[in-house]
């Protein structure tokens, strides 16, 4: 058995000071566990299922229909797009709105915040993520921590950002989006840009996962194929996203991308694709869809995608554009658990996850 190793200036009295605090931290995360257990023990299926899923609203303000099916269903989260931005003011209003909609666990409000190609607030204090790339660390650090900042200051929960794509080519569908085109660079700027964001109230999520650097197809439309071999995809294409994981990010978002060498299936809708996020990068937060309307996945239905995504593991499931109603999604996967269809622990794991995340216990 190992001594222990005490630093000769450390008192007694300091010691038991710094086992009480370490102590304290694990009772209280102790506590949180047990809260977010009793959270979902006391949900319905439904309810449970309605957990899994992010939905759009219509207009720059809540309108009485959206507001009803919010209070009614209370899903994870909703996602805000182009259409939902006037101005400053009424987005912090809609954001406020959506909140309210389920006073005791709100709605997480999301929304995808580059900078550049892809924006939502007009005043974002941070560059798109090429001109990030040309700065030191610690720059993209303080430009990524005024971000969050200020969609924190419009009351946003979630931003799915940063890309932790490379953009090999220049003809890559994430050249415009992506940090540069070198694996190792990328790979140091998602971890400033991580460090910037930590503790700012606001949970971010790195996309797309396995990486949609290689292809020039765009999955809003199509759905691209990544062609390459295991060692090359490891060193390079997942460089980023390992990185990321070690730094704790909570949320992956998973690309409409198929990988030959893995599955036939996008690697949204892939069991696979979830194992290596889970088993080789040892992630072990909330796995989310990219959005599940999207061209790519065009040849199945709403409902056969939501079986296939919640089949492959992903805990989150992504809308912005969808054929169904939302309660028609949610009422189906509640009956795919309720027949036996699906195994009821299998919604419960990721409505953990989601309310760990949440609720700030997921580190």
């Known amino acids: 058995m190992t001594r222990p190793v005490f630093e000769p200036g450390l008192s007694r009295r300091a010691l038991v000071g710094v086992c009480g605090l ?14 977010v257990d009793a959270l979902a023990a006391a949900m319905t299926s439904r309810e449970r299922a309605a957990r899994m899923f992010m939905f759009p609203v219509s207009g720059t303000v809540l309108s009485a229909e959206d507001e009803a099916w919010l209070r009614t269903l209370k899903p994870a989260g909703v996602i805000l797009v182009g259409d939902n931005f006037g101005t400053p003011e009424e987005a912090r209003a809609l954001v406020t709105a959506i909140h309210a909609t389920n006073p005791k666990l709100p709605p997480l409000v999301a929304l995808d915040q580059e900078g550049g190609i892809v924006s939502r607030i007009a005043d974002d204090p941070a560059p798109d993520a090429p001109t990030m790339g040309q700065l030191p660390a610690t720059e993209i650090s303080a430009l990524a921590r005024a971000r969050a900042e200020k969609l924190a200051a419009y009351g946003f929960d979630v931003n799915f950002a940063p890309v932790a794509d490379v953009a090999f080519r220049p003809d890559s569908f994430m050249a415009g989006r992506a940090f540069g085109d070198d694996p190792q660079v990328v790979a140091e700027d998602v971890a400033a840009y991580l460090a910037g964001v930590d503790d700012t109230g606001v949970l971010h999520g790195v996309k797309h996962f396995p990486g949609h650097g290689r292809v020039s197809a765009d999955s809003h ?54 194992r290596v996020l889970r088993q080789d990068l040892g992630f072990t937060g909330v796995v ?32 912005v554009v969808t054929n169904a109603e939302p309660e028609a999604l949610v009422d189906h996967l509640a009956a795919r658990v309720d027949s036996g269809d699906i195994p009821p622990e299998r919604v419960a794991a990721s409505v953990a996850r989601l309310l760990r995340m949440q609720l700030g216990t997921h580190r």
Do not use: C, Y
């Open 288 to 319: 989310v869809t990219d959005d599940l309307g999207m061209g790519a996945l065009a040849a199945w239905t709403s409902f056969e995608i939501v079986d296939l995504a919640v089949a492959a593991g992903n805990d989150l499931l992504l809308f």
């Open 221 to 274: 439309e199509a759905l691209p194929v990544l062609e390459v071999d295991a060692a090359t995809w490891w060193e390079e294409d997942a460089l980023p996203f390992r990185v990321a994981v070690e730094a704790g990010v909570p949320m992956v978002m998973l690309a409409h991308l198929a990988v030959p060498s893995w599955d036939e299936l996008p690697a949204s809708l892939s069991p696979k694709s979830v």
């Open 22 to 35: 370490l102590l304290t931290r694990s009772q209280r995360a102790r506590a949180q566990e047990s809260g």
